[in-house]
């Protein structure tokens, strides 16, 4: 069977995570912060360069201007080891726009201040100043974006602000500061009191300056402790502890924590090699220049694509898995004695960098609670900062102690380096913290790691369910009068006719307890039934339905076909009933036992045209007696589930005529079967005789077996 006509996964991909943006893009605080993060970005870039450039500037002699040099960095990274965690317990115990306004007005002035003093020590003393003020900047800031975005965008918010940070910002940083020292004799002429140097870092003051302007039009980033909110009655010494205590004892961020740390560690080791490296190799500073640049194309790469590459595999796994394959990648480059392949090889361990770090991000952005997410994030920050000093510290003495001898195997001679001998070190290092990390956030899932990753990286969704122990599920979704259950007969008697075994079923009521359910929740008489019971009683309708219908079909390697699921509780309970779609999610998870649909079909439709269908056929019902604005807000929180989840929806126009829509259905159809054994199920479900249901009536029918389906042979699907 091929699969039908139309564009490939890598192009949906795309679209999907285009669309994904522009919808993080939309909402107006956030696309404002992320501009002010991205000048700011490109302001810290840009004083990187001015600052080191001062450094060296400022002293006379190669030993000397190396020495300044290394201070400049030294300073950058020492204030997270003391004052990190402080920052974080500040940022949850205070208003974040107010920390992240003062916060840039202060980098603005010290910013400004040194090419006005124009000294070195002064130099040290504001870079350490700077970086003390970052550190209660940024975790403000990465605790107040989880508050303005919907969980399920905050992973492409993280991919857009860290493409910026790393991939964007620093390249257009490094093209201002070319042109500005490119054109320095004419700025003279111009500024006789400025050079090029000090005008970058005006520059880059004045971005703190308009950030700080801008971030102060955004009250939604308070965070829970907004201005005139009551300050918790804890100390900062009990706060700090309750932080380093929820990181130690919480699995997942203490895998994120021990990942991420021992990830930067490693990093740290390939840095203070890489010159030394890039020598062993037969190059000199354009080689070691060329394997920096790979590492952020790498990176880039990473933060970027790399979801779509593993769209499919739980975050938790990817977390480890990417940190295991970036050591492997180090591993292999100690092994290395070509610059071809060194840098193809840095631009893939960047890659599984990325894929870690935007992994890492994102979980800590999910799953760490609001009031403790500023610690945390300044915990993780203050352990990589530990991480890194030690290794720039510690390795360069290794490589110098262990020098440079060469192993004579009698057929070939094998150099034995320092630099290799540290970046094998990395590489076990890196393999280790990505193990444990896998071990620690790893929920037990039914597939197996490895099948996990190879289902996903094929886009074999019909795999990744079978391996999990089921066959195919497709839920339709949609208000009232969307013609679901037109459509679901219609499928199935498409499927049938192909050959395969497919089974029909509805909720509320497609099993006998189920059915007594749907007399409660849909009967106009119990106008009385509170929000919250609603919502336990079409749980446990689906916990039945799972039991006695879906599993059994699923593992029986059926095409189940189901009109409404999970998705219905999220609109009507959710947004319908006002609670709070965490809530009916995480009721539904435990319902199904994390059952989800390989394909959910939502056949959208205004709710006055669907109300005027479903009440001009009979009587109306409990919930089609609801509110036009009740119905509106079910039809927004469908759009808004099926945006984002792209690659599992299919979003179709219900005005269309029902032919139309089915066409429709049986091409996307066609193609998530493409990679099914079907005559599997042709022969099984012939072997079992089976039933097929439809819900078209609101009661199971049968529906003999297709001819085809007793062959055993593989249909074609023909849409």
Known sequence: MQPPPGGGSQ???????????????????????????????????????AITATATSLVTGFAAANFALGGVLLFR?????????????????????????????????????????GNLIWLFVAQFLIEAISLFWIPAKEAAVPNMLRKDQLEPA????????????????????????????RLSSLLPAVDEVDLALYLNALTFL?????????PSISGHRAAGAEAPKENFLRSLAQG?????????????VVGITGAFAAAGVVIATGQAFAHALGGGDAAYGMLFGAVFIGLGLGIAIGPSVARDLARERIFGVAIVGAGVVVLLMALTFTLWIALLLVVVMGFFAGIAYLAGFTLLGTEVQDEIRGRTFAIVQSLVRAALILSLAIVPFGVGLIGRHRLDLGVVTVPVTGERIMLFVAGLLAVGVGVLAYRQMDDGRPVPLLADVVTALRRDTTARRRLAGGGVLIAFEGGEGAGKSTQVRRLQEWLTNEGLVSRATFEPGATPSGAGIRSIVLDRAHTGIASRSEALLYAADRAQHVHDVLRPALDAGEVVITDRFIDSSLAYQGAGRTIPLDDIRMLSRWATEGLQPDLTILLDLPPEVGLARARGRAVADRLESESLDFHQRV?????????????????????????????????RVAELLSGLPLHTIAQSGAERGAVNGSPSDGHPATAPHHPHAQTG??????P
């Open 11 to 49: 192009g949906q991909d795309a679209v999907g995570l285009v669309g994904k943006l522009r919808a993080v893009l939309r909402v107006r605080d956030f696309r404002r912060l992320w501009l002010s993060t991205a000048l700011s970005s490109f302001g810290d870039w840009l004083g990187l360069l």
């Open 77 to 117: 990274l020492l204030p997270a080891i003391v004052l990190g965690p402080l920052a974080g317990a500040f940022a949850d115990r205070f208003d974040r726009r107010k920390t992240m306004v003062v916060a840039d007005i202060i980098r603005f002035a010290l910013f400004a201040s040194i090419p006005l003093v």
């Open 158 to 185: 993280n991919q857009l602000s860290l493409v910026t940070t790393y991939g964007l910002t620093p390249v257009i940083a490094a093209i201002v500061f070319a042109v500005l020292t490119s054109v320095g004799g």
């Open 210 to 218: 308009v950030a700080a302007v801008v971030i102060w039009s955004l």
């Open 244 to 256: 380093f205590s929820f990181a130690g004892h919480t699995p997942l961020v203490r895998g994120l």
């Open 635 to 667: 039809r927004q929180t469908f759009r808004a589930l099926a945006e984002a989840e792209a690659d599992r929806y299919l979003v179709l126009d219900a005005r269309q005529t029902p032919e139309e829509i089915a066409a429709a259905i049986r091409v």
């Open 713 to 718: 042979s593989t249909p074609q699907l023909h």
